[in-house]
């Protein structure tokens, strides 16, 4: 393992002390609970935006709190999703008297931790909590028998949007119901080039060969549906796109945010020549490109490989994607 | 009997055997998770080895309960709320019972099992740690019925799961992350099983 880290057991709690320090102006950090938190503190009558995971995904989610965004990351080990104490202090430090929106990713870990903070919240102080819980991965088959699709890429796009409309005052109800018909419609699909290395563990999570990929990985280095030859980008691109058109059901004259999404290790110059195999995708399909990003923002530690994410969008999610936002992963307009 | 000296004992021993498996139960979860099951189990039993040093407790409840909030406050991923909920429900029926007997410490484990159920929603053959708790309930009933005592049921307990916990090698898992692999979960065994059956074959050897 060649990573820069003084303890593989120290990985979680000195980054935290990084972006402490790298951020004055914007973050304050609750070491012990290892929760990052805007530096301004709840706003009266906003609604407190909640989110967290396991570590790894940087700059998700600690990155994207700030104006416009998240009041509150809950940081976990690497990839192991946090522990409800966390969920409950952020919980309660970030109520500005409108209640409190959890942004939960769909890991049967992350919904427990979470759906148990939620009780011993109710049962403790009388903060209104409600959540949504993210599941855009395609790769994943939802049913009723398994622990349905994985929250990846959606979560940046419905932090942002749905930060904004807390921003512009709405109530809890209001941001619960954006966030559920945001995580409607968007849809991801990911793809590994190679395994990632989680510190205390040591080695890779799996091997893949010089000439595989790992088609439909999450964002934990967890194996991913079928392994394939290496193919050009053009063909990978295909291999993403096409089962999230049709998984959304996109028709000619639908507008997007696309997000060409890296997971840590390849390079941009990649996903920017990834992002112009999808936009042509896209132009074939007739779907309109309203707003796109492209970025390592949802990353798996070192792994190599991207993911591509199509959120349906109207004129009032460009509008909201649009609005200002100032946090050390997201900035513009502020 | 089972008293808190007992459970202190119990969960003093499991520390210690997570400590010697964690790299076991890591590399199960490598397979079919991601590699971290051993790290949270061996993160959450140490602080649990030190609470009965570092406080008195009245009652058996007192400190099962506390276990469990322990585990849920220190493993995290989804064994930490299922073990904790394990352990805060198994301190339910111990309630001012301060030596428990094979029928008790029966009806604790049920109680336990079922907050791993309520929490987690797992069916039978989901492979999940419920396929190891399962037959180890209804082996420790049967030993019951046949008059064994605290010692002979868990042991029944301990053997049975670790039956489910090998059956649970050629299961397609439905449940946890395991269940996006889909058919490449089949020819595993689940990691959550196997600390499950080092955990009532530690029972076995503490309890009674
Ligand atoms: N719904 C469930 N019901 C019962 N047991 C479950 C369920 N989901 C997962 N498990 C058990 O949890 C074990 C995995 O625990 P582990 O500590 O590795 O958490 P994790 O799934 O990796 O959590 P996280 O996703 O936050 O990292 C599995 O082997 C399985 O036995
Ligand atoms: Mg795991």
New interface residues.
């Given amino acids: 393992m060649k990573k820069l880290i003084n303890d593989p057991a120290d990985v979680v709690s000195e980054a935290l002390l990084g972006m402490a320090a790298a951020h004055p102006d914007r973050l304050r950090v609750d070491h012990d609970h290892k929760i990052v938190y805007r530096a301004a503190g709840p706003r009266e009558g906003k609604v407190g935006l909640v989110s967290g995971g396991?570590s790894g995904h940087e700059p998700m989610h600690g990155g994207f709190v700030g104006t416009g965004m998240l009041d509150a990351a809950c940081a976990?080990?690497?990839?192991?999703?946090?522990?409800?104490?966390q969920m409950m202090a952020a919980t309660k430090a970030v109520d500005g008297g409108a209640g409190v929106l959890h942004i939960v990713k769909n890991?049967?870990?992350d919904v427990?931790?979470f759906?148990?903070a939620a009780e011993l919240a109710a049962a403790d102080a009388g903060t209104e909590v409600k959540s949504v819980v993210t599941d855009d991965d395609v790769?994943?088959?939802d049913s009723l028998?398994?622990?349905g699709r994985?929250g990846v890429g959606v979560t940046v796009l419905l932090e942002k949007i749905v930060g904004a409309a807390a921003e512009e005052g709405r109530s809890l109800q209001e941001c619960a119901d954006l966030a559920t018909q945001v995580n409607r419609a968007g849809r991801s699909m990911g793809m590994a080039l190679t395994s990632c290395t989680?510190p205390?563990?040591g080695r890779p999570?799996?091997d893949l060969a010089e000439d595989e990929m790992e088609i439909g990985i999450?964002i934990?280095?967890?194996?991913g549906?079928e392994r394939k030859p290496l193919a050009p980008a053009k063909d990978i691109a295909a291999m993403l796109v096409e089962p999230v058109l049709s998984d959304l059901g996109l028709s000619r004259g639908d507008g997007v945010i696309a997000f060409v999404n890296g997971m840590g290790g390849t390079p941009l110059i990649e996903l920017y020549l990834m992002y112009h195999e999808v936009s042509q995708l896209l132009e074939g399909a007739g779907v309109s490109v309203a707003r796109s990003l492209v970025g390592n923002y949802i990353t798996s530690l070192e792994m190599a490989g991207c993911s591509v994410t199509l959120l349906r969008a109207d004129d009032e999610t460009v509008r909201l994607w649009d609005a200002p936002v100032n946090t050390p992963g997201l900035r513009w307009g502020a | 009997m089972a008293d808190l000296q007992s459970f202190q004992g119990w969960m003093a021993d499991y520390a210690e055997v997570v400590k010697e498996q964690a790299d076991y139960l890591t590399d199960l979860d490598r397979a079919i998770g991601d590699a971290d099951h051993g790290i949270n189990m061996a993160r959450g039993t140490v602080k649990v080895a030190a609470l009965a040093e570092a406080e008195d407790f009245a009652s058996s409840e007192a400190y099962l309960k506390k276990v469990g909030m322990t585990l849920v406050s220190t493993v995290g991923g989804a064994s930490g709320p299922l073990y904790g909920t394990f352990f805060l429900r198994l301190a339910g029926p111990l309630a001012g019972v301060a030596d428990a007997g094979v029928e008790e410490v029966g009806a604790a484990l049920r109680a336990g099992v079922d907050g791993i159920l309520a929490r987690g929603k797992a069916e039978l053959e989901d492979k999940t740690m419920y396929d190891a708790w399962a037959p180890a309930l209804d082996a420790y009933a049967t030993a019951t019925a046949d008059g064994a005592d605290l010692r002979g049921a868990l042991e029944a307990a301990a053997a049975a799961s670790a039956r489910g916990r090998d059956d649970t090698l050629d299961l397609v898992a439905r449940k946890g992350r395991a269940s996006y692999l889909g058919e490449r979960s089949r020819g595993h065994i689940d990691p959550g099983a196997t600390s499950t059956t080092l955990l009532l074959e530690s029972a076995a050897r503490t309890l009674a």
């Fill in positions: 396991g976990g080990e690497v990839f192991t999703s946090p522990v409800p104490d890991y049967t870990g427990m931790n759906e148990m790769a994943v088959q028998y398994t622990a994985r989680v205390s563990a999570t799996f999450g934990h280095g967890e194996p549906r």
